[in-house]
């Protein structure tokens, strides 16, 4: 399997272990861009939205590519689509260790 097709599997198991966003976490996402400006929030936010209006996976990964990447390289790395930060703070609670 090419790296493109693999990292989409990781986006899948991501996706997976995340909910839906609500409308108040989308706009947090919509907070962080208004202080930060940055494109990397630009494209949380785009993420955040698209699933919030479920949009399919297949979707949300191409028009928020930088953030569904950035999920799925997590998901690798640690077996957790959330920040390292996130999830030690979500302890039991975070959306990687409820489901085991
Ligand atoms: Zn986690």
Redesign the pocket.
Known sequence: MRRKEVMRKYYDQATKLMSRPSFSDVMDEVEELYKDKSLEELYDVIHSVGRFVRLPDTVVWHIAKPTAMKHAVRMADRG?P?SKRN?DL?DDK????KSR
């Open positions: 957790c959330r999830c979500a975070c959306c990687c260790r």
